[in-house]
């Protein structure tokens, strides 16, 4: 069982940036692969990123590349999301998850977090 809990999220102008944490319950979480997803209004929940449990592998959806970095500290049992170069279009509710194996389908996720609220002002 791990239990996550995201903080970090806040309103920002565009062009800004912040840093989301995600802190996780449980000493199995060095062996999770974890990923950040995001709900925006109206919308679907859409994969932002994703890290593998070692940390040798990431992943990023086109729309944050080069703007978005995902990195762990699995001696923290924390996950990150730096947000640089904000956009009015990252304006969501930012969840992290939890997998057995990097993947991009929030299905394959086994266990999620309340959600952090990002608000990009324009």
């Known amino acids: 069982q791990v239990q996550l809990v995201e903080s970090g999220g806040g309103l920002v102008q565009a062009g800004g940036s912040l840093r989301l944490s995600c802190a996780a319950s449980?000493?199995?979480?060095?062996?999770?692969?974890m990923g950040w997803f995001r709900r925006a209004p109206g919308k679907e929940r859409e994969f932002v990123a994703g890290?593998?449990?070692?940390?040798?592998?990431?992943n990023y959806a086109d729309s944050v590349k080069g703007r978005f970095t995902i990195s762990r500290d699995n001696a923290k049992n924390t996950v990150y999301l730096q947000m640089n170069s904000l956009k009015p279009e990252d304006t969501a509710v930012y969840y992290c998850?939890?997998?057995?194996?990097?993947?991009?389908?929030?299905?394959?996720?086994?266990?999620w977090g309340q959600g952090t609220e990002v608000t990009v002002s324009s």
């Open positions: 998850a939890a997998a057995t194996y990097l993947r991009l389908n929030p299905n394959e996720y086994d266990y």
């Open positions: 890290i593998s449990w070692s940390g040798s592998s990431t």
């Open positions: 449980g000493r199995t979480f060095r062996l999770y692969a």
